[in-house]
């Protein structure tokens, strides 16, 4: 595989391939609603308190990091300040995605209601969108060229070794004979 050919390929390709979109990094505390049948509106209450009071000691100045690891009911990103890390348009909830990507660094949203519950957001980052350069993307290009090379020959062997081969299909499995049938004991 040639540099040449590698640099063709981001060429054609590099609007639809190599196009890096827009991130946030993101955290968040959340107040889960109890999914039990009949508990819904007690613990939509009960999950919109607990967000207030949070929402509260932000204004109060406590750290969301602090906040996030004591409050938030995602406890596996609450151990870490509530960081979900970096975050495309569309990986996370409508709800939360038509905020976190109007949001400046630093900044913590209002409370956002989702299907999961009530949510207190903060970017701790941001990454434009942009394009590979070539040069981050030339080995990645050339193992992808590489497998397509080695898939195409392997369909190839494959084809002329069916094509050779003398295969029989019994398709009359009724009459197909058997080691119980009369004649083929021994053999």
Known sequence: MSPDQAREYYDENKEVMFKVPEKVKISHILAMVSSNE????????????????????????????????????DTASGINGGDLGYISRGQLVEEIDEVAFLMNIGEASEIIETPYGFHIIKITDKQEEYTEDFEEAEDAIINY???????????????????????????????????????????
Do not use: H, M
């Open 38 to 73: 009949g508990e819904n509106e007690k613990g939509r209450e009960e999950a919109l308190k607990k967000i207030k009071y949070v929402e509260t000691k932000l204004d109060e100045g406590e750290k969301f990091e602090d906040l996030a690891g004591k409050y938030s009911d």
């Open 145 to 187: 060229l590489i497998n397509v090379l080695k898939k195409e020959k392997w369909e190839s062997l494959t084809n002329s070794l069916r094509e050779g081969a003398d295969i029989k299909y019994y398709v009359d499995i009724e009459n197909f004979p058997t080691d119980k049938d009369e004649g083929t004991e021994g053999k």
